[in-house]
Antibody
């Protein structure tokens, strides 16, 4: 079964850091682009970042450039999102999603709350 | 960035009736290499992640009931639920994957009348 499981969310103060992880199973992880997509409470979906198969290319939404870093470890079938200088408007459920042009597999999400 | 705009923001439909959701992009998302439109539809139920329903504007994902159908080309697209069931209550999103960033519509909430 193709599966993505996120972890690492929690409560963090403004200006703080958090690292999210996504464990992949049931497919050849190294063959796919991977993404992070977030959803603020009661709001719609926002693509955050993606990374290519070998980790040599990554792209970010403007609002997180310079603060967030996406990475992957193909040996461990793992995707990560390092989030620094967090702001209140980063509060959201963060999903990892497999990219086959469209997003055919999503994790259950992990909640990040930025608040003092 | 390509902006995706859905209409309406919400709609209430009687059980067994048709539900229609529209999605418009600010530029054509027709991919010339395969003559297919780079448009996907997702369903999101409360407390759950989005679920892929339709890709390439009209191809139903495996396991998706055939009451869901997608149509359109270029900049204008439609998701149709031919006979609304109680389990279809959800928010529906369109997404373009023609350009980066991959942008979503704002969502359309479907409820039972």
């Amino acid at each position: 079964e193709v599966q993505l499981v996120e972890s690492g969310g929690g409560l963090v103060q403004p200006g703080g850091s958090l690292r999210l992880s996504c464990a992949a199973s049931g497919f050849t992880f190294s063959s796919y682009w991977m993404n992070w997509v977030r959803q603020a409470p009661g709001k719609g979906l926002e693509w955050v970042a993606n990374i290519n198969q070998d980790g040599s290319k990554s792209y970010y939404v403007d609002s997180v450039k310079g603060r967030f870093t996406i990475s992957r470890d193909n040996a461990k079938n793992s995707l990560s999102l390092q989030m620094n200088v967090l702001r209140a408007d980063d509060t959201a459920v963060y999903y990892c999603a497999r990219d086959t042009y469209y997003y055919d597999t999503w994790g259950q999400g992990t909640l990040v709350t930025v608040s003092s | 960035d390509i902006v995706m705009t859905q209409s309406p923001d919400s709609l209430a439909v009687s059980l067994g009736e048709r539900a229609t959701i529209n999605c418009r992009s600010t530029l054509s998302i027709l991919y010339s290499s395969n003559n297919k439109n780079c448009l996907a539809w997702y369903q999101q139920k409360p407390g759950q992640p989005p679920k892929l329903l339709i890709y390439w504007a009209s191809t139903r994902e495996s396991g998706v009931p055939d009451r869901f159908s997608g149509s359109g080309s270029g900049t204008d697209f439609t998701l149709t639920i031919s006979s609304l069931q109680a389990e279809d209550v959800a928010v529906y999103y369109c997404q373009q994957y023609y350009g980066t960033p991959r942008t979503f519509g704002q969502g359309t909430k479907v409820e039972i009348k």
